[in-house]
């Protein structure tokens, strides 16, 4: 097979197209493994001016990173009637309460499914006037919420697009002292903790930092492509956000409740494998389990101290076993 056929070798462009992935970028080296594997051999240069026909020909929806050293590839998002009517604002919220939803049910929907369902809803809820004949979902918090900070939306817009393009972010913003900075950077996630939102950004010295977003009072896309650290995860960058840490020491929490329904729910999610619960003459409950001590214990009784009933709530410190 010559080197000018290859571009037009319809088994070739279907091959690499099903090896190539959406959600990262693959060398062309990478690529040319891949077909070895699957019986095309192919040099990597010859494979190189094939993949740059393909990233300069729309038909076939392959991207290509000139930003990096070697070159990377990946397929493009597919142009849906979902993505195209949603905005970058409203796919990063849509994503945000994904994640939301999938930390709390352990749930994560596989990638096409979820593209499908979501087209779905927006065809056939679409059409539907009245607000609350759209709703097919609704959220029950089990802790207090404070109140969200006021984002503004021209800012909100910015940083879903700038996250969407790859590109750098011009933003002001405010600090701890309320004085107003003007910074560009290359914007790597948003972080939802809490009730607030915060960017993960890498700033010109090379370090990533975070800011709220409510403390942003302007932001500005640019034309710069943006530069993502070697190795950044963002889910480990989150961790470096102040949160209650559970303690090392295990603990004991005992405590009896009259109602069944939190019987029933107890029983059905657990706090842990050593839960024990028993139900006394009276027809009052007892519970008892062993777990890691947590200002999630204490949050969790206060909720639902008077709904459940709850009564000689005690929290014992277990021997630490060597």
């Not at 604002?89 to 994640?99: G, K, T, V």
């Not at 530069?227 to 603990?251: H, I, M, W, Y």
Request: proline share 7%.
């Amino acid at each position: 097979m010559s080197d000018e056929a290859l571009p037009l070798c319809t088994a070739l462009v279907l091959t690499i197209l099903r090896i190539l992935p959406r959600s990262s970028f693959m060398s062309a080296t990478e690529v040319a493994k891949r077909l070895a594997a699957e019986g095309i051999s192919v040099h990597v240069r010859t494979l190189q001016r094939t993949l740059k026909i393909m990233c300069e020909t729309p038909v076939y929806g392959v991207e290509r990173n000139a930003s990096t050293r070697p070159f990377g590839y990946r397929l493009a998002a597919p142009v849906t009637i979902a993505s195209a009517r949603l905005s970058p604002r409203d796919a990063l919220l849509m994503r945000l309460s994904e994640e939301s939803l999938a930390a709390a049910l352990l749930l994560h929907p596989s990638g096409r499914e979820g593209e499908d369902a979501q087209e779905l809803l927006n065809e056939r809820f679409a059409r539907l006037k009245e607000r609350e004949e759209r709703r097919r979902v609704a959220v029950i918090p089990d802790l207090p919420l404070l109140t969200p900070p006021r984002l503004l939306p021209d800012v909100l817009d910015a940083v879903a697009t700038a996250l969407y393009r790859n590109a750098k972010l011009f933003f002001s913003y405010r600090n701890d002292d309320k004085n107003e900075h003007d910074l560009v950077a290359s914007p790597l996630g948003v972080v939802h903790h809490c009730v607030r939102l915060h960017l993960f950004y890498l700033a010109a010295d090379g370090k990533v930092r975070h800011v709220p977003m409510h403390r942003l009072t302007r932001a500005e896309v640019l034309a710069e492509p943006a530069v993502r650290p070697k190795n950044f995860l963002l889910s480990e960058a989150a961790r470096t956000l102040p949160v209650p840490q559970d303690g090392k020491n295990p603990v004991r929490l005992t405590f009896a409740f009259t109602n069944p329904a939190l019987a029933r729910m107890l029983a059905e999610t657990p706090f842990g494998p050593h839960q024990r619960i028993a139900k006394t003459d009276d027809g009052t409950y007892t519970l008892s389990v062993i777990l890691r001590d947590s200002p999630r214990i204490y949050a969790w009784i206060a909720l639902w101290k008077e709904t459940g009933g709850i009564t000689n709530a005690k929290v014992e410190t277990l021997a630490q076993k060597k």
